[in-house]
């Protein structure tokens, strides 16, 4: 989990930062540009994979496998930089956006090391401990809400050094726009306490979650009756089961309505930030600094608070996959606001796609087990995770827009300029978006009776 963030951004979003770099040393045009910005997306076509290793080994074993692979493969992208294992010319493409000075022997590479080590420590000793947890609820609740509060500093943190720094916005706009933008996304730390405590006591966590706490080291949950777990108690429109392997899956109706949505809401968040470099080209906007930086802040926010407003809302009796429909009205808001020319609307835009991107992953993993069952969890959901986010970023991250964007290129060129260089990728991805939200409807109306069932448990 630690290391998953950081190597979708080195692939992905850190990559334009340096675009236009990359595109002048090494003369590469823009469909070359997305391939190295999807690449790292391509390993979700065997992503189940993964998932059914962990069904089979369990979490531990597969965390730490997933380490040190991370562990090597870092290691070995630093010694191909560094030209201690030679290698073609060509491949230097894939590290050059980490040189500094344009030199293989660069010591910017050397943070490469520093990346191996930090995935090696985030796997290879939490994984030793994964079973081993317990305390208080009430102290786990403080635990979690200082987590949650650091990270919303930084990345509001974030956010104000990106729109500051940018002298063409004014600071009382940026503040002004900044202190709404926050705002909303500081509401549901309030609307959790005003909603009370789940019953019975004053626990923060519910009744299931108090005594897989109490078990231990031990992780057992004791079933009864009368105290079903929510996450166990899964069930699909098609087949009737407590939980469906990846196969018996992949047969119904609602395992395709929920890989449409997040095919669509993941490929249009990957869309802006395979092409947020050549965006801000095609604008005029100078560095994709800050958009980058802004796009990154707002979907840590969206993964963050999208689950507890979802809590919030299921004791409210409202149906979990009703957040993919709010994902995907807030993507298509969000590429609405980048067919505008003007770069407030490229910064808000941006801000509203990274959201929507957030959004979708924790939302997948609840809505994923309700549906489906929490016994093969890990294969199943990896063909959202994994699938989904392959086909997105292929679809609508690469060929899309690298289509209309060459159509748009004068002869002889490699650049576009103007709005029409992506309005078109936009207009489309709207319309996808659209359809997404009624998939999300269609998805919801098909399970009324399991989630009847999981607001009794609920409430």
Same mark, same amino acid.
């Given at each position: 989990?630690?290391?998953?963030?950081?190597?979708?951004k080195?692939?992905?979003?850190?990559?334009?930062?340096?675009?236009?770099? &990359?595109?002048k040393r090494? /003369?590469?045009?823009?469909n070359?540009?997305?391939t190295?910005?999807?690449m790292l997306?391509?390993?979700?076509l065997?992503?189940f994979l993964?998932?059914?290793?962990?069904d089979?080994?369990?979490?531990?074993?597969?965390?730490?496998?997933?380490?040190c692979?991370?562990?090597?493969?870092?290691?070995?992208?630093?010694?191909i930089?560094?030209?201690?294992?030679?290698?073609? =010319?060509?491949v230097?493409?894939?590290?050059?956006?980490?040189?500094n000075?344009?030199r293989?022997?660069?010591?910017?590479l050397?943070?490469?090391?520093v990346?191996?080590?930090?995935?090696?420590l985030c796997?290879?000793?939490?994984?030793?401990f994964?079973?081993?947890?317990?305390?208080?609820?009430?102290?786990?609740?403080?635990?979690?809400?200082?987590?949650?509060?650091?990270?919303?500093?930084l990345?509001?943190?974030?956010t104000i050094s990106?729109?500051?720094?940018h002298?063409?916005?004014?600071?009382?706009?940026?503040l002004?726009?900044?202190?709404v933008?926050?705002s909303?996304?500081?509401?549901p730390?309030?609307?959790?306490?005003?909603?009370?405590?789940?019953?019975?006591?004053?626990?923060?966590?519910?009744?299931?979650?108090?005594?897989?706490?109490?078990g231990?080291?031990?992780g057992?949950?004791?079933?009864?009756d009368?105290?079903?777990?929510?996450l166990?108690?899964?069930?699909?429109?098609?087949l009737?089961?407590s939980? &469906?392997?990846?196969?018996e899956m992949?047969?119904t109706?609602?395992?395709?309505?929920?890989?449409?949505s997040?095919?669509v809401?993941?490929?249009?968040?990957?869309?802006?930030?395979?092409?947020?470099?050549?965006m801000?080209?095609?604008?005029g906007?100078?560095?994709a600094?800050t958009?980058?930086?802004l796009?990154?802040?707002?979907?840590?926010?969206?993964r963050?608070?999208?689950g507890?407003?979802?809590?919030v809302?299921?004791?409210r009796?409202?149906?979990?996959?009703l957040?993919?429909?709010?994902?995907?009205?807030?993507?298509?808001?969000?590429h609405m606001?980048?067919?505008?020319?003007?770069?407030?609307?490229?910064?808000?835009?941006?801000?509203?796609?990274?959201?929507?991107?957030?959004?979708?992953?924790?939302?997948l993993?609840?809505?994923?087990?309700?549906?489906f069952?929490?016994?093969?969890?890990?294969? =199943?959901?990896?063909?959202? /995770?994994?699938?989904? =986010?392959?086909?997105?970023?292929?679809?609508?991250?690469?060929?899309?827009?690298?289509?209309?964007?060459q159509?748009?290129?004068?002869h002889?060129?490699?650049?576009?300029?103007?709005q029409a260089c992506?309005?078109?990728?936009h207009?489309?991805?709207?319309?996808?978006?659209?359809?997404?939200?009624?998939?999300a409807?269609?998805?919801? &109306?098909?399970?009324?009776s399991?989630?009847?069932?999981l607001? /009794?448990?609920y409430?």
């Amino acid at each position: 989990m630690a290391c998953r963030p950081h190597t979708r951004k080195i692939n992905r979003e850190h990559v334009q930062f340096y675009s236009g770099a &990359l595109k002048k040393r090494f /003369d590469l045009k823009q469909n070359q540009l997305e391939t190295i910005g999807i690449m790292l997306q391509m390993n979700g076509l065997v992503a189940f994979l993964p998932g059914l290793l962990y069904d089979a080994r369990g979490a531990r074993f597969t965390i730490t496998l997933g380490g040190c692979i991370m562990l090597l493969g870092y290691t070995l992208l630093w010694a191909i930089g560094k030209e201690y294992i030679p290698i073609a =010319n060509d491949v230097y493409t894939l590290v050059g956006a980490y040189e500094n000075s344009g030199r293989s022997s660069s010591p910017g590479l050397d943070f490469l090391l520093v990346m191996a080590a930090y995935c090696g420590l985030c796997t290879l000793i939490p994984a030793q401990f994964i079973r081993k947890f317990g305390g208080a609820p009430r102290g786990i609740r403080r635990q979690l809400l200082t987590s949650f509060s650091i990270i919303v500093l930084l990345a509001v943190a974030v956010t104000i050094s990106a729109l500051l720094q940018h002298q063409t916005i004014s600071t009382s706009v940026s503040l002004s726009f900044l202190t709404v933008i926050t705002s909303l996304f500081l509401m549901p730390f309030v609307i959790p306490s005003l909603e009370g405590p789940f019953k019975p006591g004053n626990s923060f966590l519910h009744p299931c979650q108090e005594q897989l706490i109490s078990g231990g080291a031990s992780g057992e949950l004791e079933t009864t009756d009368t105290f079903p777990e929510p996450l166990l108690e899964a069930a699909s429109s098609d087949l009737e089961s407590s939980s &469906l392997t990846l196969s018996e899956m992949v047969r119904t109706v609602d395992c395709w309505l929920l890989l449409f949505s997040s095919v669509v809401i993941v490929g249009a968040g990957v869309m802006v930030t395979t092409n947020l470099g050549q965006m801000c080209e095609s604008r005029g906007a100078g560095s994709a600094a800050t958009a980058v930086s802004l796009f990154s802040a707002s979907q840590a926010l969206g993964r963050l608070f999208t689950g507890l407003i979802s809590e919030v809302a299921m004791r409210r009796r409202v149906s979990r996959p009703l957040f993919l429909a709010v994902a995907s009205a807030i993507m298509a808001l969000g590429h609405m606001l980048l067919l505008v020319p003007e770069l407030f609307a490229l910064y808000g835009g941006v801000m509203l796609c990274g959201y929507a991107f957030g959004m979708v992953w924790p939302i997948l993993v609840v809505v994923c087990s309700e549906l489906f069952g929490s016994l093969h969890m890990g294969s =199943n959901y990896m063909l959202y /995770d994994g699938g989904g =986010n392959a086909l997105g970023a292929l679809m609508l991250a690469k060929f899309l827009p690298q289509t209309i964007y060459q159509a748009h290129v004068a002869h002889g060129e490699k650049t576009c300029y103007g709005q029409a260089c992506f309005s078109g990728s936009h207009l489309v991805l709207i319309a996808l978006n659209m359809a997404s939200i009624a998939s999300a409807l269609f998805l919801t &109306l098909r399970n009324r009776s399991l989630y009847q069932r999981l607001w /009794d448990i609920y409430n």
